[in-house]
């Protein structure tokens, strides 16, 4: 474990503090439950869940610090060479209980194998009613972090966003983006790693000021039967995406990661209806519009 | 397009209407409501589906008939040689409302691709609370269809369903299995495909006899806000296995077959709790022990 894994691992266990206290005080009634965990072949971390919160249903944010020999499934699904590997990072997924408030889901994360070394993360917003104000105001802070370091970042970013969270089955979007990246600073010289790594504390730091003020809008904003109902069948295609497409779930159930650490980002109550069609010129249909097409919001 | 096709394609498409029909009287209320659906590169199906029924809170039964050129997806996941297929079959997933009630599925389809031809299927029961009465009925009707046939064929397509119907991340079957085959007759003669056939045939027909005195049993048995808790909690373990590891919904998804169709199996309500642990001694931990244990039920 080198100089540059450690600052990472410090980063992140700090920031999952900060946005623990920072959702907290948010949510201004319920509290994260801590469990900590440790690995087999080395390592551990712990997971953080609120449950029936005030403003969460359900929110989980975990911290991670995985290393140890690279075999069995992991040496067919891990990128780099090298017979040891270091991994550690912060994810986080928040399911609010009203449908007027997005679900959203943030990640970063440092790894290293061999001479290789990388960092990956993102944030991405999946609201359940299309608020223009909202989608703008989440990418344009992730712009102004990503342009604090290269004006090439965001652009690259958002659309590898857009292409990563998609649904193929369902022509869809899992919502309206954000940023996604990864491999960053592989075959990067230290020096330029430890850059990226200025760059993906500022986007940590960035995730609280992304999305406390969209999520503090809509605070008093009212819902009825139909708003949940909607919100329930959408949760199944966060649902779907996650079992089917996202990496670091599939990976980590086929690696024997910690089960309950890999899907408490799984939403607390979803529905499945067949063939949910919402009614053409209806706020459902004009969110459906913009996950088959994603925009340009800034 | 043969003859085995021809007569097994009859044979499903009856199974479709008299498994249907069964369970509309069962219900006693419900009714499936069908779509009748084409595919792009040939064929096509007609899938049932009933929601919020008496006893049913959502049942499916698909039929389906589908051929045409083996390309794109299909040529990376599809066994056997030949730049054509043809498939058809019947597949069913029943959700009942009360816990008290096993879901369960069924499947039976034949497959020909160039000089190959093969049949799969199976049934498998899913309960929420341990009966082992119903656990042995389920069992003995399968041995019995199987029986008829080859004495082999249960012990072995048993043991299959043990470990096909497995969730490795959770350490738990899905239910308490039943019957799976797959590749049935493949180099095998036209005569001995014809017995097959028949072998399927009688499966098909033993369904409604395995399923239906199990409902029926537990009609009148009275549930709570527990049951009901813990049934949408073990829903979501149905969802894990369908979108990770099921053959037919991947392969189905990946070759972009008609979604609403494939997922129709996926449950009406579903919840997920972190790390949600059933209190030892109760019947929901003594559940538990027999899907982690499978057991002889003839």
């Given amino acids: ?8 691992r410090d980063l992140f266990r700090g920031l999952q503090d900060s946005i ?13 439950r801590e469990d900590a965990w440790q690995r087999e072949g080395g390592g551990g971390g712990r997971s953080r869940v609120m449950s029936e919160g005030r403003l969460f ?5 975990g911290f991670s610090e995985v290393f140890g020999a690279v075999e069995g499934e992991l040496a067919k699904v891990m990128a780099g060479d090298g017979p040891t590997f270091y991994a550690t990072g912060v994810s986080l997924v ?8 997005p679900t959203v889901h943030a990640n970063f994360r440092y790894l290293g194998r061999g001479s290789a070394r990388w960092f990956g993360g993102g944030s991405d917003l999946t609201p359940y009613y299309l608020d223009e104000d909202d989608a703008r105001h989440f990418h344009r802070t992730w712009r102004a ?44 010289s230290p020096e330029e790693c430890g850059r990226l790594l200025t760059f993906v ?46 990496r670091g779930t599939t990976f980590g159930l086929r690696t024997r990661g910690r089960t309950e650490s890999i899907l408490m980002s799984l939403p607390p109550l979803v529905r499945w209806e067949y063939d949910h069609q919402p009614e053409p010129g209806s706020p459902e249909a004009a969110l459906l519009d913009v996950l088959r097409t994603p925009r340009d919001w800034t």
């Fill in 201 to 246: 504390r500022d986007c940590g730091a960035a995730f609280l000021p992304a999305y406390l003020p969209i999520a503090e809008r809509h605070l008093g904003d009212g819902f009825g039967e139909r708003e949940r109902a909607w919100q329930l069948v959408r949760r199944g295609r966060y649902v779907e995406f996650n079992l089917i497409y996202d």
């Fill in 145 to 188: 972090a990503c342009d604090r370091h290269d004006p090439a970042y965001y652009p690259r970013f958002k659309r590898w966003c857009d292409e990563y969270f998609q649904l193929p089955h369902r022509g869809e979007a899992r919502g309206v983006g954000g940023i996604f990246f990864d491999d960053l600073g592989k075959g990067a």
């Fill in 94 to 101: 928040l399911h609010p209980r009203s449908p007027r408030i």
């Fill in 57 to 61: 249903e359900k929110a989980g944010v």
């Fill in 1 to 8: 474990m080198d100089a540059l894994a450690e600052r990472a």
């Fill in 20 to 32: 623990c206290a920072g959702l907290e005080t948010l949510d201004g009634g319920g509290q994260f």
